[in-house]
């Protein structure tokens, strides 16, 4: 079963407009991570934040991380057309198995 | 460039026939994952090696697939027989773990599987 589910399961925007993406999961964990996957492509790690952050930026990238809801957001500010892409969490449990858990993924389509 | 290599990028195959994939990951890196791909499932993790010792493979039909680390710059994947379910992308990904115990992941671009 998916540790993680993003929602929405599919958005799409204007070139320019910020694209927010949630993740949501069940366990305790020790950091969650974003992920990016171009079509027909391999994922490319984003950005990750550990439990005992709250905000974390890269670039045009914010996330947030919530432990008491179990949640994480992605914002992604002044989309671009190349943005479009599968955007997936991956959450890294302290369950002692620190092995990766991928969510289902938000697909992001950014017109131009 | 570092990046994780993955062959064959495609493979089409009979029933029953074995296949076996193999991801190169990337050098001085002490974590290799296996996923699958597929649009019902999403990625599931197959099989998880930390320093080439199996941490967990629970994710891993056990009757039909085998992940070996024969050495530290070789991984690899075998379905023996298969079966047309086992169609999927499947993806090595390596990562090297930081002292917070964080890994991140580094993914190949992927073994396209197709069974028919």
């Known amino acids: 079963s998916q540790q993680g589910e993003e929602d929405p399961q599919a958005l799409s925007i204007q070139e320019g407009e910020n694209a927010t993406m949630n993740c949501s999961y069940k366990?305790?964990?020790?950091?969650l991570q974003w992920y990016r996957q171009n079509s027909g492509r391999g994922l490319v790690h984003l950005i990750l934040i550990r439990s005992n952050e709250r905000e974390k930026h890269s670039g045009r990238l914010r996330v947030t991380l919530d432990t008491s809801k179990k949640s994480s957001s992605l914002l992604i500010t002044a989309s671009r057309a190349a943005d479009t892409a599968s955007y997936f969490c991956?959450?890294?449990?302290?369950?002692?198995?620190?092995?990766?858990?991928f969510g289902s993924g938000t697909r992001l389509q950014v017109q131009p | 460039d570092a990046r994780v290599t993955q062959t064959p990028r495609h493979k089409v195959t009979e029933m029953g026939q074995e296949v076996t994939m193999r991801c190169q990951p990337i050098l001085g890196h002490n974590t290799v994952f296996w996923y699958r791909q597929t649009m019902m499932q999403g990625l599931e993790l197959l099989a998880y090696?930390?320093?080439?010792?199996?941490?967990?493979d629970s994710g891993m039909p056990k009757d039909r697939f085998s992940a070996e680390m024969p050495d530290a710059t070789l991984a690899t994947l075998k379905i023996q027989p298969s079966e047309p379910r086992d169609s999927a992308v499947y993806f090595c990904?390596?990562?090297?773990?930081?002292?917070?115990?964080?890994?991140?992941?580094?993914f190949g671009q992927g073994t396209r599987l197709t069974v028919v």
């Open positions: 090696f930390r320093n080439r010792a199996p941490l967990d």
């Open positions: 990904a390596s990562g090297l773990v930081l002292g917070t115990g964080d890994t991140e992941a580094f």
């Open positions: 366990t305790s964990i020790n950091n």
């Open positions: 991956a959450t890294d449990g302290n369950t002692g198995r620190r092995a990766l858990t």
